[in-house]
């Protein structure tokens, strides 16, 4: 069984804007990133995102950017089974973010994640990011609709 999974939400504003909020490391650091971003998101660039939930930026590597259309990244699996004697060697995961015009004005969003190895950690660390994402997603809902930032307080 591959450990992969993917999520989806329909986001009441025009798709370029959802993107913007996305690659944007203002916008993103308004609603999701609650520790910041630094850099924009951009074809072959490496940006850091820094969360209060799991302390300490940490680079993501930007593969793919298509305006209004995919975000393709690559960051370090959270499986930490190699530090604790499992399988040995350091790897990465990859995200991929879709974005559809939909016929009525609003953005359908879907991010889908994989490559952790099929080990318990990560199984572990897929259902921990699905979470995430899902509430990246969520948050970026409140955001671009109502103005609210759903992680504000959180998690300090």
Known sequence: MDLKFEVSGRI??????????????????????????????ETGATVTWDFADFPGAFPVYVAEVEKNKRIILHWDASDTAAERGGEAGHYQTQVTMRFEALEDGRTLVSIAEEGWRQTPEGLKSTLSNKGGWMQML??????????????EGMFR
């Open 12 to 41: 009441a504003r025009p798709i370029d804007e959802v993107f913007e909020a996305v690659v944007n490391p203002e916008k993103l650091s308004g609603y999701f990133t609650t520790g910041g971003a630094r850099g924009r998101l």
């Open 138 to 151: 969520c948050c970026l809902k409140a955001f671009l609709e109502h103005g609210i930032n759903l992680r």
